[in-house]
Nanobody
Framework: QVQLVESGGGLAQAGGSLRLSCAAS????????MGWYRQAPGKQRELVAD???????HYADSVKGRFTIARDNAKNAVYLQLNLLNPEDTAVYYC???????????????WGQGTQVTVSS
C-alpha cells in the first residue's frame, strides 16, 4: 500500500517561513509529477506548485518568488519552502503525486493527509 505522509506546517507570523515535507511510503516503481495544493475555508482546492520527475517547476502566480518546491527522487519525497508568508496563505496544504506502483500497474493520483498552515498578521 502506498501512502503520502506529510510533515511540517503549523503557525507562523506574517513574513515568516515554514517548510513542508511529503514522502511516499511503500514500494513504488516510478513517480511522475509531484506537487502541493492548498484549500482555504470556503474555497476550492488550488495548485500551489508542482515539479516534474526531471525537475521542471511551475508555481501559482500568488506564490511565485515566495515559495520553492523541490524533490528528492531517491527518497520519493517532495518539499515546499514557504517564505514571506501572509495571512492569505492560511490553508490546509496537500501533497500530490502521480505514482506507478509496479510496472504492470496504471498511473494513480495519491494525496497526503493534509497539513494546516496558519499565518497570523
Amino acid at each position: 500500500q502506498v501512502q503520502l505522509v506529510e510533515s511540517g506546517g503549523g503557525l507562523a507570523q506574517a513574513g515568516g517561513s515554514l517548510r513542508l515535507s511529503c514522502a511516499a511510503s511503500g514500494t513504488v516503481a516510478k513517480i511522475n509529477d509531484m506537487g502541493w495544493y492548498r484549500q482555504a475555508p470556503g474555497k476550492q482546492r488550488e495548485l500551489v506548485a508542482d515539479i516534474s520527475s526531471g525537475g521542471s517547476t511551475h508555481y501559482a502566480d500568488s506564490v511565485k518568488g515566495r515559495f520553492t518546491i523541490a524533490r528528492d527522487n531517491a527518497k520519493n519525497a517532495v518539499y515546499l519552502q514557504l517564505n514571506l508568508l501572509n495571512p492569505e496563505d492560511t490553508a490546509v496544504y496537500y501533497c500530490n503525486a502521480k505514482i506507478l506502483r509496479h510496472w504492470f500497474a496504471t498511473w494513480t493520483d495519491y494525496w497526503g493527509q493534509g497539513t494546516q498552515v496558519t499565518v497570523s498578521s
